[in-house]
């Protein structure tokens, strides 16, 4: 499974950016959908998850603020989306999604992303 994120940019403090991540390759059932993001000088941190059942979870920094949610169409089931709002110069980093499941094909798999910038500054 192949993921391509997108959709970061720069945003000024207090605005918003929508990512997405669009998954090709083998087709799939999702266990879990995340993202992750790294700042320079920094680990990899989890942001957010939505599991194939439809339970999303977030860290305590972007409660309120981000949205994840996945396409609602058969086209874009597996296509997952970080909507970022409120944007704070601490959310500079680059976005990740990886997404965990099993292959129709047999096995199982954990796929990362390639990430997107975001910036986010006056």
């Known amino acids: 499974v192949q993921l391509q994120a997108y959709g970061g940019g720069l945003v000024q403090p207090g605005g918003s950016l929508r990512l997405t991540c669009e998954a090709s390759g083998s087709t799939f059932s999702p266990n879990t959908m995340h993202w992750y993001r790294q700042a320079p000088g920094s680990q990899r941190e989890l942001v957010a998850t939505i599991t194939g059942g439809g339970r999303r979870e977030y860290t305590d920094f972007v409660k309120g603020r981000f949205t994840i949610s996945r396409g609602d169409s058969r086209n874009t089931r597996n296509t997952v989306y970080l909507q970022m709002n409120s944007l704070k110069p601490d959310d500079t980093a680059v976005y990740y999604c990886?997404?965990?499941?099993?292959?129709?094909?047999?096995?199982?798999?954990?796929?990362w992303g390639q990430g997107t910038q975001v910036t986010v500054s006056s």
């Open positions: 990886n997404f965990r499941g099993i292959l129709y094909s047999g096995g199982s798999f954990n796929s």
